[in-house]
Structure formats: C-alpha cells, structure tokens
C-alpha cells in the first residue's frame, strides 16, 4: 500500500486587519501569517476500494466527510479518477477550533500529500486554487513561507526574511465561534492603512507590527485572553497577540528559557493549553 506520513504545521497572525465586509458574507481581510513548529501528523495511505476514512479520535474532530481533510482526499481522488480510495490518520496537537488554522493545515498537507501519491504533478498554485474552495487559510499552508494574505486570505505574497523566534502559545479553552466574532464585529473606517515594513532584522520590528481587530469582539466577552496577553508581557514577552479569531494567545520571546518560565507562571492552576514552539 502506497503511503506518506506529512507534519501540518499551526500558524499565528502576526497581523489581522479587517478591511470590508463583501457582499458574499466573507471579509477582506489583511494578514501577515507565520508557521509554528506545532504539528499534526497525518498519514495518508492509497487503496484500492473507493472508500475514504479518517481516524483521528479527538474531541470536536469529526471522522468522516465532516473532516477537511477527507474533503480534501475526496477532490483529489476524483481527480485522478483512478478508483482508489484513501485512508487517513490525523494525530492531533494542534487544538481544535483555537486560531491555529489546524484543520486548514491538515487539508493542505492531505492535498499536497495526495498530490504526490497519485501522481498528479499539480502545481503549488493549481493546490492553492482547489485548497481556497475547502477554507481560507489552506492555501497559506501550500504557499509554506511566512505571508501577507490579502482578500479572504487567498491572495499571497512572500514576507521579507524574519528572525526565527520563540513562542509561546496558551490557549484558555473558552469556546470562541469564529462566525460570532466576525458577526459582532464593528467595522471602523479604514481609509488609510499602515504601511507594513520591508525589512524585519528583530524580533521587535515584528513586535511593532502585531495586531488583531478581532480582540475588539473577543476581549470584552473572555477577559482572560487580555490577561494572558498581560502576564506574557509582564513574563519577558516582546510582543503578545491573539491569534485568528481566538482564543489562543501568543507571546514572542527573546529566548526559550523565558518562554519556558512564562509558561510555568501562566499555567499555574489551570488546565490550559501551553506550548513553547519556534516560528519556521
Ligand atoms: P482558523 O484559525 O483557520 O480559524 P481554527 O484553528 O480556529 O481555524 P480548526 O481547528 O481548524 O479551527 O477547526 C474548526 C472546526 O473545523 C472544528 O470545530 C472542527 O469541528 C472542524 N474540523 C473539520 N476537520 C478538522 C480537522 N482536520 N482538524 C480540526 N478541526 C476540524
């Protein structure tokens, strides 16, 4: 049996700017996205019955053609149109439904993956035109370089080199839907907006572009993400954002040991979700 075992990385928004809302429901948007060497890993094996499955065994995942990545399995199988099936194991890191584009990863790795297994020699741009229909943040996964999204996020352009940089993700477990937040949220005028920089040499020049208009929907309702914000910055961070539409929250760190202390200090007494990674 034909197989490949891939790592789906989980991003963080360095920038989220939301720039209109179109007529189709979905927002414009401008972000400036960055991979995290937090992964799920995904094994995809070719058969020869039709039949696609998906195991994954996590809260919240569904299993079969609920999952984004058996969706993603499903146009690539009809593609090549060979009859084969698929069957596909996702472990899971990356916490669900947490701003860490975890299954839009998952998609793009299975597209990707897919790609390989049957042949099909599509280009990273023909993957990312089919990746946008299925989320998206997929097509951010097979571009694989830290991006400005433009439009829903499909419009991609290579960011200037960035220093590689300690993070530090906690995430409180409060259930945020990412259609309330974009819903409730109070477009402001945005005539003018600011300029990103060309040239990244510190991690404080990132730390001078953070930002998120989502945090205007998401603090008031879950006050523990402006307070992890603030403990991380008390903690040594240079920087702390949320990232997507929550709630995990990230810090960057000017090194592993403070990352590993903040850590320490922010889950004490709770059960959160908190990971020190690096950006790749
Ligand atoms: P984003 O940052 O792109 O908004 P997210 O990190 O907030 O994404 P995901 O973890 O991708 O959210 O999950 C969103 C929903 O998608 C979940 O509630 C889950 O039911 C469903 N889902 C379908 N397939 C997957 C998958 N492979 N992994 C995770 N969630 C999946």
């Known amino acids: 049996m034909k197989s490949l075992t891939l790592k789906a990385p989980a991003k963080v928004n360095y920038v989220l700017d939301v720039i209109r809302r179109r007529p189709d429901g979905y927002h414009d948007l401008r972000m400036v996205m960055q991979r995290v060497n937090l992964c799920d890993e995904i094994t995809i094996s070719l058969t020869d019955t039709p039949d696609i499955t998906v195991t994954c065994g996590k809260n919240g995942v569904p299993d079969g053609p609920g999952n984004i990545a058996w969706k993603a399995a499903r146009i690539l199988l009809d593609m090549a149109g060979t009859g084969q099936g698929a ?18 990863s998952d998609a793009a790795s299975v597209l990707m993956g897919m790609n390989e297994l049957l042949g099909l020699g599509m280009s990273d741009q023909r993957l990312m035109e089919i990746g946008v229909k299925l989320g998206a943040d997929v097509p951010f996964f097979v571009f694989k370089k830290t991006a400005l999204a433009e439009g829903i996020g499909e419009q991609l352009s ?16 409060v259930h945020v839907s990412t259609g309330w937040v974009y819903r409730n949220l109070q477009l402001t005028n945005r005539d003018e907006l600011a300029k990103l920089p060309y040239f990244y040499g510190t991690i404080e020049d990132i730390c001078s572009i953070l930002s998120n208009d989502l945090e205007s929907v998401t603090i008031p309702a879950f006050p523990v993400i402006a307070e992890i914000k603030a403990t991380m910055m008390r903690s040594g961070a240079l920087g702390a954002m949320m990232s997507g539409s929550g709630p995990t929250v990230f810090g960057l760190f000017p090194d592993r040991s403070t990352a590993e202390q903040a850590r320490e200090e922010l889950v004490k007494g709770t059960c959160w979700f908190a990971v020190v990674v690096e950006t790749i």
């Not at 069957?87 to 669900?96: C, F, G, H, L, R």
């Not at 200037?160 to 530090?168: A, G, K, R, S, Y």
């Open 158 to 173: 290579a960011m200037p080199d960035m220093p590689t940089t300690w993070v530090l993700l906690v995430n409180p477990g």
């Open 87 to 104: 069957e596909i194991t996702i472990a899971k890191n990356i916490p669900v439904a947490a701003g860490l584009g975890g299954g839009s």
